[in-house]
C-alpha cells in the first residue's frame, strides 16, 4: 500500500512538473496560450505584471479556483493537489528559462516545435494527475464538477470549458492564437485517452 502510495505521489509531482514546463512552453513560444495558460496571462496582464512573473499570477488562480472546487465537491481535493499548488509556479518559472536555452533564436521553426512540445507536455501531465487519483490541479477539478453535475464526458466538458477560459483569459488581456485554438479542439480527447492508458497500467482504473 505504501508503495502504491509513493508511485502516485511520484507520479503526481512529474505530472506537475510536465504541465508547469507545458504551459510555459506555450507561453514562450508566442503564438498563443493554451486556454488555462490564457487565463494565467491574462490575470497576469490584468495585474500589469512581467512575463518573468507567470509564475506568480499561476499561483493566485489556483489558490482560488482550490477554494471553489473545495466547496463544490471536496472529492477532488486531496493532497496531490496541495502538492500541485506548492511547486507549479516554479515548474512555470523553470520552464521558461529551459525554453529560452532549448530555444536561444525564436525562429518560426522554434516557435511552433516548442508550442508541439510544450502541447504534449502539458496533456501528459493532466492525465498523470487524473490517473494517479490523489487529487485534482484546480482547473481540472473545476472541470469534473462540472461534468459531474452535467452528467456529459469529461471530452465535452473540457472543450466548452475551454472555450470559456479562451474568452475570460482573452477579455483580461492574455494572448490569443493557433496553439489556443488547436489546444482547446484537441485537449479534452487526448487527456481522456492518456489518462485511461495511465489508469490501466497503475491499476488504478482512474480516468477522465
Given amino acids: 500500500m505504501k508503495k502504491d502510495v509513493c508511485i502516485k505521489l511520484v507520479l503526481s509531482l512529474i505530472g506537475i512538473l510536465l504541465v508547469g514546463t ?3 512552453f506555450n507561453a514562450s513560444a508566442a503564438l498563443g496560450n493554451d486556454p488555462v495558460g490564457i487565463v494565467y496571462d491574462g490575470i497576469r496582464s490584468a495585474a500589469d505584471l512581467s512575463p518573468e512573473q507567470l509564475g506568480a499570477a499561476s499561483n ?5 479556483l482550490v477554494i471553489v472546487v473545495f466547496c463544490l465537491n471536496r472529492h477532488y481535493v486531496n ?12 515548474a512555470v518559472s523553470l520552464g521558461g528559462k529551459l525554453y529560452a536555452v532549448l530555444f536561444p533564436a525564436q525562429t518560426l521553426a522554434a516557435q511552433i516545435t516548442g508550442a508541439a512540445v510544450g502541447c504534449t507536455l502539458l496533456y501528459t501531465g493532466v492525465a498523470m494527475f487524473i490517473a494517479a487519483d490523489m487529487g485534482l490541479d484546480p482547473f481540472t ?6 461534468r459531474d453535475k452535467a452528467g ?3 471530452r465535452t466538458v473540457k472543450i466548452c470549458f475551454d472555450i470559456g477560459c479562451i474568452l475570460c483569459g482573452f477579455a483580461l488581456g492574455g494572448r490569443l492564437g493557433v496553439i489556443t485554438v488547436v489546444t482547446a479542439l484537441t485537449a479534452g480527447p487526448v487527456i481522456q485517452f492518456l489518462s485511461g492508458k495511465i489508469g490501466v497500467y497503475l491499476k488504478t482504473g482512474a480516468e477522465a
Avoid: Q, R
Wanted: hydrophobic residues 55%; aromatic residues 14%.
Fill in 60 to 64: 493566485i488562480v489556483n489558490i482560488v
Fill in 152 to 154: 456529459k464526458e469529461y
Fill in 22 to 24: 507545458g504551459v510555459a
Fill in 141 to 146: 477539478g473545476l472541470v469534473m464538477v462540472i
Fill in 79 to 90: 493532497i496531490g493537489t496541495f502538492i500541485y499548488i506548492i511547486p507549479y509556479g516554479s
